[in-house]
């Protein structure tokens, strides 16, 4: 049988929500992706220029701390890795998470929530922080009106 983790980062706990979700219609374990320094409304503000978030999207060779290292990432054979969309790309901490463990012979299927974009070019940047051995797939686009049904029949159809 296999075993599925749902990894999420959440800036705002839309995503958070969604993957709540999405792990109760996958019958699969929940970890949350944490930076080692949250961040604040301010950090967040993609209007200046000088805020985090966008100092951070400005280079995307940055890799912000993670505040833990503890994913079982060998115990599961599917990773749902969910997160919204900055930039048009996953915040550059879904680079740390990715580079930090061996996903070699996973598959992992990523969903992202967005106010207004799709997935621009994320997956094409995110499988640089992956092995060749990995199977990356650009999933879905999820937001709050999903229901965990919903959610199921997209589980089943992957």
């Given at each position: 049988?296999?075993?599925?983790?749902?990894?999420?980062?959440?800036?705002?706990?839309?995503?958070?929500?969604?993957?709540?979700?999405?792990?109760?219609?996958?019958?699969?374990?929940?970890?949350?992706?944490?930076?080692?320094?949250?961040?604040?409304?301010?950090?967040?503000?993609?209007?200046?220029?000088?805020?985090?978030?966008?100092?951070?999207?400005?280079?995307?060779?940055?890799?912000?701390?993670?505040?833990?290292?503890n994913?079982?990432?060998?115990?599961?054979?599917?990773?749902?890795l969910?997160?919204p969309?900055?930039?048009?790309?996953?915040?550059?901490?879904?680079?740390?998470?990715?580079e930090?463990?061996?996903?070699?012979?996973?598959?992992?299927?990523?969903?992202?929530?967005?106010?207004?974009?799709?997935?621009?070019?994320?997956?094409?940047?995110?499988?640089?922080?992956?092995?060749?051995?990995?199977?990356?797939?650009?999933?879905?686009?999820?937001?709050?009106?999903?229901?965990?049904?919903?959610?199921?029949?997209?589980?089943?159809?992957?």
């Amino acid at each position: 049988m296999s075993k599925t983790l749902v990894a999420y980062f959440s800036a705002s706990g839309v995503t958070a929500g969604v993957a709540g979700k999405l792990a109760q219609a996958a019958e699969g374990d929940l970890y949350e992706i944490r930076p080692l320094e949250p961040y604040t409304d301010a950090d967040l503000d993609w209007t200046n220029k000088k805020s985090r978030s966008s100092i951070e999207m400005q280079d995307l060779s940055s890799r912000p701390a993670l505040a833990d290292r503890n994913a079982n990432i060998a115990g599961y054979d599917t990773i749902f890795l969910g997160f919204p969309i900055w930039w048009g790309v996953a915040p550059t901490i879904v680079n740390t998470f990715l580079e930090s463990y061996d996903f070699s012979g996973k598959k992992i299927v990523l969903f992202v929530t967005s106010g207004g974009s799709g997935f621009g070019r994320t997956g094409e940047v995110l499988k640089a922080s992956v092995s060749a051995e990995t199977e990356l797939i650009t999933g879905k686009l999820l937001n709050r009106r999903q229901t965990v049904a919903d959610l199921k029949k997209w589980v089943e159809s992957i």
